[in-house]
Each structure stands twice: as C-alpha cells, then as structure tokens.
C-alpha cells in the first residue's frame, strides 16, 4: 500500500463503499472524477487501480486541486484539471486520452468549503455572502442580490429553492438594498427572518441559500450538459454514478437516466417502434443507493445523499 500524506481534515467521502462497488469495474481503466474535492474518493479508487489506469480528477476550486495533488502525490497515474466538471471533451484532451471507462461525480461542496467561513456557503453569522465555488469567477451571492431584478429573484427563489414566500423575500431584499446593499450572511437572514413566520424560517434560510448557491455556481445547467456530455463520451459497457444532495439534482439524474433507458416517444398504442430512438443506457439496480443508518450517524453531511448508476450500452 502506498504511503499517503496525512493532512488535516477536509471532507469526508459519503456511501464510500458503495461508489467502489459500482464503479470499481477495471482495474486499468480510465476515471474520470469530475468533483475531485479533497480527493477522498479519489484515494479508495487508486488504492485499488493499477499503476496502467488514469484517474483524471477535475474541479473548479483551486484550492481543492492544491489540497487533492498533496495528499495523492505517491500516485503518479492521476491528471489534475481545473474546470468545469462538463467540460470533459478539453479534460481528457489534457489528459492525452479519449474515453473514460468510469465518469463519477459527487455534486455540491466539500466539508471545508462550507467550514470555510471566507467562501460564504454557510448561514452562520457575519459571513460574507460569496458562494462562487471557483475564485477566478466574478459573480458572488451579492451581486445577485444587488443586481437581479425583482422577478428574476423569485424565480431563482422558487425554482432552485422551492420557496414558498419567494415573492415576499424578493420584494422586501429589492426594497432594502435601495437603503444599504446586502453583504453578509445577517443582511440576508434578518429579511428573511421578516417574511417568514415561525419555525418555518429555519427552512427558509437553508432555500434560500441553496438557490444562490445554485444561481452563482450554474449548478443544474452545468450537471445537465455533464450528463449528455458524459454519455457521448463513455466506452460502451462504461459506468456514469452520480452522488447528488438534493432533489433538484436528484430529479434531473433520475430522469435523464430513465429517458435513455428508455427514450421511445412512440404513442403506445403503436404496435412497433417507429421514432427509431435507441435505449443509450441501463440503469444499475437498485435504481437508488442511499447511505446506511450507521454511515449517517458517523457522518450526518451524507444523510440526504442519493446515489444513481447507469452503464453504457
Ligand atoms: C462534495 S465535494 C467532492 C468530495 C470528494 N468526492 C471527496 O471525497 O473528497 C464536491 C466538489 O466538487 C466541486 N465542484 C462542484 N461543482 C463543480 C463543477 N461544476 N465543476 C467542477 N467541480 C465542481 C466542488 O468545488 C467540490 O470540491
């Protein structure tokens, strides 16, 4: 076993075992690893490859890059890329290779992401609102909130946030920042706090955050253009496994799954199939793979994790 650089803590891997028994499937085959994070994942795999397989791991944190290539520095089969996980064509271009036997991804952000105070994904207090997962980008959760118009945020509030009192929350954020734009993680939260009662409010924040995040990353474009793009690219017979953390995410993996497995737009009534669209994909059963009691009670970040699988055909 090789000797791997103890550094301190950054994320911990979810449904670990899971992800090694359904895509752990050549041991000299080509990864491609499109949220490479603190590299958790990363390291079960090449414990297990060989030295002929290529693991190609991708993120647009830098940071997270800077983390990964220490702790993997004993193996010298890994690709590191900074870019967009959809970005796959330029990542193996980068790599010197054309088609990945296995395309893994494990959506949202690291542990030491949202423990970083200074990267504002958290709702703790006098945090400033940022939430780009790539400092190279310009736009943050602020600007997004000094700058959309009113119907542009309830309509990221409601769609990427499933927010009930959307339209209040928008009108009362337009009104404020006329007196004092919203910079930090209080601003937002006492607006909030206004528009929604009781206990209600708890949930809110979680939305609400989450839909900024989502705007400011291009988070379900980016996963949906992955998608079709990962497809096109895997060798038959290939694995694409996706981990996602809510149902927004959860929902379009599923979907796309299921239109590829079976994508016929035929009236049923038809007794042949006559649109000519041929299944790209079987789904791997169980159709959804969740963590265990026992892995949510050691590491609670995993329990609204949902796991999907599908090979090529
Ligand atoms: C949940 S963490 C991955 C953790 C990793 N599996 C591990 O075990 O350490 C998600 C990572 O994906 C990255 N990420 C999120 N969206 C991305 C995208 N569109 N392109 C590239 N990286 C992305 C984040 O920066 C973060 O580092």
């Given at each position: ?103 893994f991804l494990d959506l949202g952000v690291s542990s030491h992401q949202i423990n970083s105070d200074q990267r504002g994904f958290a709702f703790r207090p006098h945090i400033a ?33 499933e927010e009930r009192h959307s339209r209040r929350i928008a009108r009362v954020i337009v009104r404020q920042r006329s007196e004092k734009p919203l910079r930090f993680s209080d ?127």
């Amino acid at each position: 076993m090789k000797k791997v650089n103890k550094l301190p803590f950054y994320h911990e891997p979810v449904l670990a075992q899971e992800v090694l028994h359904y895509l752990l499937i050549n041991p000299d085959g080509i990864y491609y690893d499109g949220t490479l994070g603190g590299g958790g994942h990363a390291l079960l795999f090449l414990q297990k490859l060989t030295s002929q397989a290529l693991y190609i791991g991708v993120d647009r944190d830098e940071q997270a890059l800077e983390y990964a290539r220490r702790r993997l520095s004993a193996f010298h089969n890994v690709v590191y890329y900074h870019g967009l996980y959809n970005d796959i064509g330029s990542a193996l271009q980068a790599a010197n290779c054309s088609r990945p036997d296995v395309i893994f991804l494990d959506l949202g952000v690291s542990s030491h992401q949202i423990n970083s105070d200074q990267r504002g994904f958290a709702f703790r207090p006098h945090i400033a609102l940022d939430m780009r997962m790539d400092r190279e980008q310009a736009l943050t959760a602020a600007d997004i909130l000094a700058e959309y118009e009113e119907k542009d945020l309830i309509r990221i509030f409601k769609e990427y946030g499933e927010e009930r009192h959307s339209r209040r929350i928008a009108r009362v954020i337009v009104r404020q920042r006329s007196e004092k734009p919203l910079r930090f993680s209080d601003d937002l939260i006492s607006v909030i706090e206004r528009c929604v009662p009781g206990k209600q409010k708890i949930k809110s924040y979680a939305r609400i955050f989450q839909a900024l995040r989502i705007e400011v990353n291009r988070e379900l474009d980016i996963l949906k253009e992955a998608l079709e793009q990962g497809l096109n690219y895997l060798k038959p017979g290939g694995r694409m496994g996706v981990i996602s953390y809510h149902s927004l995410e959860d929902r379009m993996v599923k979907n796309f799954f299921k239109e590829q497995e079976n994508p016929c737009t035929c009236p049923p009534e038809l007794p042949v199939c006559v649109c000519g669209k041929q299944p790209r994909l079987k789904r791997l059963r169980p159709w959804l793979i969740i963590p265990t009691e026992e892995e949510i009670k050691k590491n609670p970040r995993a329990r609204s994790a949902k796991f999907r699988v599908g090979e090529k055909l």
